[in-house]
């Protein structure tokens, strides 16, 4: 048996995401609300020398108040094309150009 949406109602937008709150019948029959987090296609590089080394940034994260290794990424915008995208965001971030672009 499956979830039915019976509505939904944009509660929360910005350029990155949108939070959707759908009114749910469970499989149960019960009736309620389920919460959605909608968020923009993202660009994510794994950027590989000749070598096999993988660049990678050392950054902090606000919400957490963490530091991590992460990989370059960033949005796609609006008619852009994620190998677009990826070539920009890893030049954005990182300074690097990326030679040939494979999706993974």
Do not use: C, N, Q, S
Not at 5 to 11: A, V, W, Y
Not at 29 to 36: I, M, N, Q, S
Not at 73 to 87: F, I, K, Q, R, S
Request: glycine share 8%; net charge negative.
């Amino acid at each position: 048996m499956r979830w039915k949406i019976l509505g939904r109602r944009l509660t929360f937008a910005t350029p990155w995401l949108g939070v959707w709150f759908l009114d749910v019948e469970r499989p149960d029959g019960t009736v309620g609300e389920y919460h959605v987090v909608h968020l923009r296609d993202l660009a994510v590089v794994a950027a590989i020398d000749e070598t096999d080394r993988v660049l990678m940034m050392w950054r902090h994260r606000l919400a957490t108040d963490t530091w991590a290794w992460e990989f370059p990424m960033g949005l796609v915008e609006d008619g852009e094309y994620p190998h677009t995208a990826a070539a920009r965001e890893l030049e954005e971030e990182t300074g690097w150009r990326p030679g040939t672009l494979r999706p993974l």
